[in-house]
């Protein structure tokens, strides 16, 4: 096998294309600290070729980051038939320190706009039955995702969506319910109950 020793790679002078292998060959084995192209190249790699990493990559792909779950630190009051703001107020996971405790929100951060998925979950203390309950969650003050149902002792509901946020867009959970008193939504019960989280997709 012939050997070439190298710095850097680069495309042919008035070509933008940087072509790395083709279907036929078996194994191109790059060198450690060689540059491929230079800024502004496309580097292809064939239909029929692969590309496999034993390694370490960086600068590829994407994380799913920001990342969080908010849940409160007590119970929240909800009135009777009155939609009311859940205190969200503390993180168990927050990569971009998006929660706005003071205002129960998660803000999302500098430089971090795109598509979220979002999961939320909430249930009321409570062993009553009655007919009416509503979890929401609103971007920037408006309604965005809505989920119903009829409250069975202690129901748990949940939903989950995708959405698209922009820097400085902020999600809130409320509740509703009309069971004829003041009823309380809880925290946990052999595990979390009641929470908002999510993370940015990878696009």
């Not at 292809?44 to 849940?71: C, D, E, M, Y």
């Not at 320190?97 to 979950?121: E, H, M």
């Amino acid at each position: 096998m012939s050997k070439l020793e190298t710095n850097t790679i680069d495309n042919i002078s008035g070509s933008s294309t940087l072509t790395v292998g083709d279907s036929n060959t078996s194994t191109i084995s790059i060198p450690k600290n060689i540059t491929l192209g230079a800024s502004g190249t496309t580097i292809t790699v064939p239909s029929g070729a692969t590309i496999t990493n034993n390694g370490t990559q960086t600068g590829f792909g994407g994380t799913n980051t920001p990342a969080f779950l908010l849940k409160q630190t007590s119970q929240t009051t909800i009135p009777n038939s009155t939609r009311t703001k859940i205190n969200i107020d503390s993180a168990v996971i927050d990569t971009a320190s998006g929660l706005d405790a003071t205002n129960k929100r998660w803000v999302v951060p500098s430089g971090q706009a795109g598509k979220y998925f979002i999961c939320y979950s909430g249930r009321f203390q409570s062993a009553t039955d009655w007919d009416e309950t509503n979890f929401t969650v609103r971007k920037n003050g408006t309604v965005e995702f809505s989920v119903w149902g009829v409250n069975r002792s202690y129901e748990t509901f949940t939903q989950s969506f995708i959405i698209d946020l922009s820097v400085g867009d902020y999600l809130e959970m409320y509740a509703k319910q009309n069971s004829g008193s003041n009823q309380t939504v809880s925290v946990q019960d052999q595990g979390l109950q009641t929470f908002l989280s999510g993370y940015k997709i990878i696009e």
